[in-house]
Nanobody, 124 residues
Framework: QVQLAESGGGSVRPGESLRLSCVVSGYSPSAQYFGWFRRAPGKEREGVALISSLGGHTHVSNSLMGRFTISIDNGKDTDTVYLQMNDLKPEDTGIYYC???????????????WGQGTQVTVSS
């Protein structure tokens, strides 16, 4: 089994930055890729960024490229997946989830393991 725990959310003003962290523990052959997703108020959950388990492949949603960056730190017993978010905008407000899956895919259905989420609020 795989466990994921997000942290780093908070309330910021437009233009500020946040870095989200996701500590991943455990192992599953169905957890070779990690992703960040978000759910804005009143909207469906959407993919934000993906990374392979060793960091060799990354993808950021086209609409967020240039502001958001995903990275991974492979530790001995846990991995930590980061989402660096710069120049935040009010439309970035939402709950951000970390997930693990077996395909390099931005689709929610391809991820079997999910964290509880961390709230990000961008408001002036």
């Amino acid at each position: 089994q795989v466990q994921l725990a997000e942290s780093g959310g908070g309330s910021v003003r437009p233009g500020e930055s946040l870095r989200l962290s996701c500590v991943v523990s455990g192992y599953s052959p169905s957890a070779q890729y990690f992703g960040w997703f978000r759910r804005a108020p009143g909207k469906e959950r959407e993919g934000v960024a993906l990374i392979s388990s060793l960091g060799g492949h990354t993808h950021v949603s086209n609409s967020l490229m240039g502001r958001f960056t995903i990275s991974i730190d492979n530790g001995k017993d846990t991995d930590t997946v980061y989402l660096q978010m710069n120049d935040l905008k009010p439309e970035d407000t939402g709950i951000y989830y970390c997930a693990a899956g077996r395909r390099f895919s931005i689709s929610v259905e391809d991820f079997a393991f999910w964290g509880q989420g961390t709230q990000v609020t961008v408001s002036s």
